[in-house]
């Protein structure tokens, strides 16, 4: 069992960076593939980005492709989400989330874990 905690959320302004960081327990973390998952109010959840076991593949989504950056710390059990020149639409609650493999996939389906999410708010 993989537990997930967010951290790193608050308030920036348009312009801003910020860096939310995942911590993970559990079994070896290189197993496990991880993504950033967002949530703005009133809006389904979208990807964000997703990194491979060894972090050897990423993926984005086209909106915060250039803007962020998804990294990993095997030895440390973290991955991080770097953010730059944040938008006022970047406003949401950002999950990390895994699937069971070290594959990585923007397919929200195959996650099976899940952090509590840290909430990031971007004021124009």
């Known amino acids: 069992q993989v537990q997930l905690v967010e951290s790193g959320g608050g308030l920036v302004q348009a312009g801003d960076s910020l860096r939310l960081s995942c911590a993970a327990s559990g079994p070896t973390f290189s197993n496990y593939a991880m993504s950033w998952v967002r949530q703005a109010p009133g809006k389904e959840r979208e990807f964000v980005a997703a990194i491979s076991g060894r972090g050897g593949t990423t993926y984005y989504a086209n909106s915060v492709e250039g803007r962020f950056t998804i990294s990993r710390a095997n030895a440390k059990n973290t991955v991080v989400l770097q953010m730059n020149s944040l938008k006022p639409e970047d406003t949401a609650v950002y999950y990390c989330?895994?699937?069971?493999?070290?594959?990585?996939?923007?397919?929200?389906?195959?996650?099976?874990?899940w952090g509590q999410g840290t909430q990031v708010t971007v004021s124009s």
């Open positions: 989330a895994a699937p069971k493999d070290n594959i990585a996939t923007m397919l929200e389906a195959r996650y099976t874990y």
